[in-house]
T-cell receptor, first 114, second 114 residues
């Protein structure tokens, strides 16, 4: 069966420090991968999606970047965190090129920038 | 602008009672509509997925309806249980770009009291 791992679960970082959140998927190949952010009281917002190794697309301009060094690994990074980067970050995957494919989410990372 | 609006923002019901949550969307193009359940601090879990040709879909005590003409959907929960306490999120998918572009509503926070 397919599983998605996301870590760490919680993170407190000072302003200006770097960030690296990692997400890995098991039990599937060539997945579409996604990073979402959820601000308090708001819906999830798509930050990045990837349809293959090294292929990253961004939905919104921001202080963050993403990379996909391996087929089932998706990394969210920042060189210098801002207070506004605080939020709940979720990684997700779906089967590529299948209409109505289910999107499976990780357990999320609660990031607090202080 | 593509939007997904949900109502009510929050809801309190007694255990055993039924409730209906509403979703209006303006997303275009439209591929399918999904309802997710999200426990606090966890990733969303899918309840139902409906294409524009489907009017209703059930998953246990959860029944979703879709009116693609008026761009409205509802999620009906019957015989509520304490474990139903969570946020329920309406999500519209645009897959015209070859990936799941999920547009999330802000959710309805449901509290089931004994």
């Amino acid at each position: 069966s397919q599983t998605i791992h996301q870590w760490p679960a919680t993170l407190v970082q000072p302003v200006g420090s770097p960030l690296s959140l990692e997400c890995t998927v098991e039990g599937t190949s060539n997945p579409n991968l996604y990073w979402y952010r959820q601000a308090a009281g708001r819906g999830l917002q798509l930050l990045f999606y990837s349809v293959g190794i090294g292929q990253i697309s961004s939905e919104v301009p921001q202080n963050l970047s993403a990379s996909r060094p391996q087929d089932r690994q998706f990394i969210l990074s920042s060189k210098k965190l801002l207070l506004s980067d605080s939020g709940f970050y979720l990684c997700a995957w779906s089967v590529r090129r299948v209409a109505g494919a289910e999107a499976f989410f990780g357990q999320g990372t609660r990031l607090t920038v202080v | 602008k593509n939007q997904v609006e949900q109502s009510p923002q929050s809801l309190i019901i007694l255990e055993g009672k039924n409730c209906t949550l509403q979703c209006n969307y303006t997303v275009s193009p439209f591929s399918n509509l999904r309802w997710y359940k999200q426990d606090t601090g966890r990733g969303p879990v899918s309840l139902t997925i409906m294409t524009f040709s489907e009017n209703t879909k059930s998953n246990g005590r959860y029944t979703a309806t879709l009116d693609a003409d008026t761009k409205q959907s509802s999620l009906h929960i019957t015989a509520s249980q304490l474990s139903d306490s969570a946020s329920y999120i309406c999500v519209v998918s645009d897959e015209s770009g070859g990936y799941n572009k999920l547009i999330f509503g802000a959710g309805t926070r449901l509290a089931v009291h004994p």
